[in-house]
C-alpha cells in the first residue's frame, strides 16, 4: 500500500495548493492514505477550525500538527471531536485533544502518532519515552510517526530508537526538504518533508519581513507571503502484512 505524507502546509497559499494539487498527486502516487501536517495553515500561524476543514477537503485523512497545535482557540474544539486530528502526544493527557489515532481500513489498520522534539523547542515531555508508552496500547502494523522537531540529531536519533518498530519517522518543521530519505530496518526515515506553502519566502513569511529582522534585530509580526507555492512530501510503500516500509520517494510539486 501506498501513503502519502505532505509537509507543513503554510498559510491560505499553502491551503489553496493543497485544493488544486493534492488530488493529482495522490492519482499519480495511487495513494491509499494521505497524511498533512497542517500547524501553521492559519493565517498568521497555528491551525484553525477553518483552515482544517479545507485539509480535509483537499484529501487528508490525518492531520498532524506541532509546537503551534493551540495557536488558535478555535481549533479546541475540532481536537475533541475530531480523532483524525491530532497534535503532539508529548503535551500530555490534561490539554485538548489526543496524540495519535487509529484508523480502520477495513482489512488493515493505520496508526498516526504526532511526536514534538525538545532540543531548542518549548518545553514538553519526553518524547522517546512517550513513544514507547504509545506503541504498547496501539495494535496496527502500520505505524506513520509525524515528529515535530527542529535538530537534525534528534530527528535522526529517534529513527535509530524506533527503527524496526514502526513503518516510518517523518521530520517536521524546519519547511526544507531534505535529500537524506532511507530505510532503517524497514523504517522509513527523512529529517524534514518540506513546506507546502509560498516559494518566494523565508519558511513560508514575507522575504522583507525576515530580511530586514536579520539586519536591524527589530522584532516584527510574520506575515506569510503568497504567489507559487511548492507541494512537498514523501511516498511511502508499506507492506501490508509486516508494517515494514519498501520504498520512501520525495514529493516535491509546485502550483501556481
Excluded at 26 to 50: L, M, P, Q
Excluded at 52 to 81: C, W
Excluded at 96 to 125: H, K, W
Excluded at 209 to 219: A, E, Q, R, S, T
Aim: charged share 20%; glycine share 10%.
Amino acid at each position: 500500500m501506498k501513503i502519502l505524507f505532505i509537509g507543513d502546509v503554510v498559510g491560505a497559499a499553502g491551503v489553496n495548493a493543497l485544493l488544486s494539487g493534492l488530488s493529482e498527486i495522490k492519482r499519480e502516487y495511487e495513494a491509499d492514505f494521505t497524511i498533512v501536517n497542517g500547524e501553521n495553515s492559519s493565517e498568521n500561524n497555528g491551525i484553525s477550525a477553518s483552515s482544517a476543514q479545507e485539509i480535509m477537503q483537499s484529501g487528508a485523512d490525518v492531520i498532524t500538527t506541532g509546537n503551534h497545535a493551540f495557536r488558535r482557540k478555535s481549533i479546541l474544539s475540532v481536537y475533541e471531536h475530531n480523532e483524525r486530528i491530532i497534535r503532539p502526544a508529548n503535551y500530555g493527557n490534561a490539554v485538548a485533544g489526543r496524540g495519535f489515532c487509529e484508523v480502520d481500513c477495513g482489512a488493515y489498520s493505520i496508526a498516526v502518532i504526532n511526536l514534538m522534539g525538545t532540543s531548542f523547542m518549548q518545553p514538553v515531555d519526553n518524547p522517546f519515552k512517550c513513544a514507547d508508552e504509545i506503541l504498547g496500547q496501539i495494535k496496527s502494523k502500520i505505524i506513520i510517526i509525524d515528529f515535530h522537531a527542529e535538530a537534525t540529531s534528534e530527528k535522526y536519533a529517534m529513527s535509530w530508537y524506533l527503527s524496526g518498530k514502526v513503518s516510518a519517522v517523518i521530520g517536521t518543521h524546519t519547511h526544507v526538504q531534505t535529500a537524506d530519505e532511507r530505510i532503517i530496518n524497514g523504517t522509513g526515515c527523512i529529517t524534514d518533508v518540506g513546506m507546502t506553502g509560498p516559494i518566494n519566502s523565508v519558511l513560508g513569511v514575507r522575504k522583507d519581513i525576515i530580511i530586514n529582522k536579520f539586519v536591524d534585530y527589530i522584532p516584527r509580526p510574520h506575515v506569510f507571503a503568497d504567489g507559487e507555492c511548492s507541494i512537498s512530501g514523501v511516498c511511502l510503500e508499506i507492506d501490508r502484512k509486516s508494517g515494514k516500509c519498501v520504498s520512501i520517494e520525495r514529493i516535491y510539486r509546485t502550483v501556481k
